[in-house]
Every structure is written in C-alpha cells, then in structure tokens.
C-alpha cells in the first residue's frame, strides 16, 4: 500500500509530502505523457507508435545507428 507522509511546519501547516517512489513514478509518467500530447505533432507521433504492428529488431536497431 502506498503512504502519503505528510511534512508540516511548527504551525502544523502542511509544506511537503514524502511519496513512496513507484507512485512518484506513476506521477512523473502521467505528466510527461500530459505535455506530449498538449502537442498535435507529438499526439501523432504517440498514437502512431502505439499502433505500429511492424519493425525491427533491437539489434539491428543498435547496428544501424552504430552503437
């Protein structure tokens, strides 16, 4: 289960928060994907990728761009 740790002041005014690192993740993911998509361009690009049924393999990926 994920726990929320809350940070306060000597006013008990809430200043931060400790997240655990997976849902920290989950966070930061859902923001990137948020501003890619703010783009047209980039929204394009997403869901052409996502529906790309061909390609090749890793390997040879790596060979042709020389690393």
């Known amino acids: 289960m994920n ?3 809350y940070i306060t002041d000597e006013n008990n005014n809430i ?3 400790i997240v655990p690192i997976d849902l920290w993740r989950e ?3 859902e923001k ?3 501003y890619l998509l703010k783009s047209v ?8 990728a996502k ?4 390609g090749i393999p ?3 990926a790596c060979e042709k ?3």
């Open 58 to 60: 890793f390997d040879e």
């Open 3 to 5: 726990r929320i740790q």
């Open 27 to 29: 966070i930061q993911s």
């Open 41 to 48: 361009t980039m929204k394009k690009r997403l869901l052409e």
């Open 15 to 17: 200043t931060g928060v």
């Open 65 to 67: 761009l020389g690393i």
């Open 51 to 54: 529906n790309r049924t061909e």
């Open 32 to 34: 990137e994907t948020a």
